[in-house]
């Protein structure tokens, strides 16, 4: 599971990365960027999915404190998806031509979330996680 949510977590960056550099240039990349948009939509629904559906009912019996830890991240990520869901909406093909400079701002300041939770997340869940493998190594 922790190699998994690493992996995810490399795959929502490196497609991060590849937006930035659609987002450095002057004008709209009308190929390149639903590309990447599809696959910022993918990482994060997979990270999603893998840390509600997998990892959060694998930490069942983690301290209260790391509880909290978790119900607050649960908190956030669904937060953030909600603005990444608004964020879609909003910036349509025909949006996104007609204010690419809004566009550009809209989209770092959304990466940026993006990749501040994904570091969240890293921070709590490797270390658990990590316990979790030893844990189940050691039975």
Do not use: N
């Amino acid at each position: 599971m922790l190699a998994e949510l690493k992996c995810v977590h490399g795959e929502l960056r490196g497609a991060i990365a590849a937006l930035a550099d659609l987002l450095s240039r002057a004008q709209p990349d009308d190929e390149a960027l639903p590309a990447v948009r599809l696959r910022i939509a993918r990482a994060s629904r997979r990270q999603r999915s893998l840390i509600e559906s997998g990892v959060f009912p694998l930490l069942y019996d983690v301290s209260p404190i790391d509880a909290r830890a978790i119900s607050d991240l649960s908190l956030e990520t669904a937060t953030q998806s909600i603005r990444y869901s608004e964020h879609i909406g909003r910036w349509t093909r025909s949006a996104v031509c007609t204010d690419w400079l809004g566009y550009q701002q809209a989209s770092r300041d959304l990466a940026k979330e993006m990749l501040r939770l994904a570091e969240r997340e890293a921070a709590l869940l490797y270390p658990l996680l990590q316990t979790k493998l030893h844990q189940t190594a050691r039975a």
